[in-house]
């Protein structure tokens, strides 16, 4: 069983700009969240995906969307990065055994 | 809507010392709870979970249990070593499978 990968680790933008985050889940898991981590606080829900369509948002504006691929592998984008979107970005696959993490790609936007 | 209150860290130890932190919650329904610790540079891994009231979860030496009647489900070690130093996460998993996390506590143990 792999666990969940994402890439890049390391990420710098320039305000404007658009990012593509990716994230290999574990094969079988069809439901994977992502989650924006700010430097100091808690993980926030972003959306979650479940057999390649989104079934879940949290409180984030439109310019935030993903995908989910037949292959496990999922994609979270922000277009028109903002400043405050600097953050460890996690993304977690789902099973019935809960949830398995992802080790994050750190975004910081200048 | 849910939400996970922690105490506030960082809280600060020496070796062998008894560990608690304080987490409480707000949810409709029965939510499942969760730790989890986070390690500088890392992601989120799983410490413990408990599914329904009553239910103690542990692993590697932390034990919390689920109160329904005070909703809390705070986590305890009895002696903490200098690797158990990291960021630990209240959680609570609600509605649609989704994710609510405390704003973390960071533990330092010193030897």
């Known amino acids: 069983e792999t666990g969940v990968t994402q890439s890049p680790t390391h990420l710098i933008k320039t305000r404007g700009q658009q990012v593509t985050l990716r994230c290999s889940s574990q094969s079988g898991h069809n439901t994977v969240s992502w989650y924006q981590q700010a430097l100091g606080q808690g993980p926030q829900f972003i959306f979650q995906?479940?057999?390649?369509?989104?079934?879940g948002r949290g409180n984030f504006p439109p310019r935030f969307s993903g995908l989910q691929f037949p292959n496990y592998s999922s994609e979270l984008n922000v277009n028109a990065l903002e400043l405050d979107d600097s953050a460890l970005y996690l993304c977690a696959s789902y099973s019935w055994t809960g949830y398995t993490f992802g080790s994050g790609t750190r975004l910081t936007v200048v | 809507g849910d939400s996970v209150t922690q105490m506030e860290g960082p809280v600060t130890l020496s070796e062998e010392a008894f560990l608690t932190i304080n987490c409480t919650y707000t949810a409709t329904g029965y939510p499942s709870l969760f730790w989890y610790v986070q390690y500088p540079g890392e992601g989120l891994q799983l410490l413990l979970k408990?599914?329904?009231?009553?239910d103690k979860g542990s692993n590697k030496g932390f034990e919390a249990t689920y109160r329904k009647e005070t909703t809390s489900f705070h986590l305890e070690k009895g002696s903490v070593q200098v690797s158990d130093s990291a960021v630990y996460f209240c959680?609570?998993?609600?509605?649609?499978?989704?994710?609510?996390f405390g704003a973390g506590t960071i533990l330092r143990v010193k030897s």
């Open positions: 959680a609570l998993m609600g509605y649609g499978n989704k994710l609510v």
């Open positions: 995906y479940y057999r390649e369509e989104e079934n």
């Open positions: 408990a599914t329904k009231a009553d």
